[in-house]
């Protein structure tokens, strides 16, 4: 206990209530879209509106940019998948192009951008990693778990224990 008590005095209140309202909710939208994307290869539409709905709503009474960038977000992170999706059909579903829409709601463009990167660089390295191990091309990558991943690094190195 003394640790947590540390860690919030440390930051501050303003801090804390990033970790409960926003942190927190986005790490336990992407641990269920994990499971349910490695388990069923689908992302629940469910579980992705109601992330949409409850960051919209969170960060019109919290926001610590301006209110465009969380929609900005949205464009920036999902539009580009959409459109990836679009010149190579099959190539992203539906479910990873609309929770990228829940972390950019969630985060913003600029993080979304990063985020966005950091996905692509972490699936390319276990792709590649993969095909020299098992020589097998066509297999399908969830990115859900590629998602969870990148918003731990993205959280320890922002807010986390530095």
Same mark, same amino acid.
């Given at each position: 206990?003394? @640790? ?9 209140? +303003? ?13 336990? #939208?992407?641990? *269920? ?5 490695? @388990? ?18 969170? +960060? ?10 969380? =929609? ?14 679009? #010149?190579?059909?099959? %190539? ?5 192009? @609309? =929770? ?8 913003? *463009? ?22 020299? #191990? *098992?020589?097998?091309?066509? %297999?399908? #990558? ?12 993205? *959280?320890?190195?922002? @807010?986390?224990?530095?």
């Amino acid at each position: 206990m003394h @640790k947590v008590e540390t860690y919030f005095k440390r930051r501050g209140r +303003r801090e804390a209530l990033e970790l409960l309202w926003i942190d927190l909710p986005l790490f336990v #939208i992407l641990i *269920w879209a994990t499971y349910t994307d490695i @388990k069923s290869r689908i992302i629940p539409d469910r579980l992705v509106f109601s992330g949409l709905c409850y960051f919209l709503v969170i +960060r019109i009474g919290y926001a610590d940019q301006p209110y465009f960038h969380y =929609l900005l977000g949205v464009i920036a992170g999902a539009g580009i998948l959409y459109i990836c999706a679009l #010149i190579r059909p099959g %190539s992203f579903g539906g479910g990873d192009i @609309k =929770l990228l829409a829940v972390v950019g709601v969630a985060h913003g *463009w600029q993080i979304s951008l990063i985020f966005l990167c950091l996905v692509f660089f972490m699936a390319g390295m276990f792709a590649v990693i993969k095909y020299l #191990i *098992w020589k097998n091309k066509n %297999s399908l #990558i969830p990115l859900s778990p590629f998602y969870l991943l990148v918003n731990i690094v993205i *959280w320890l190195f922002s @807010k986390g224990y530095s």
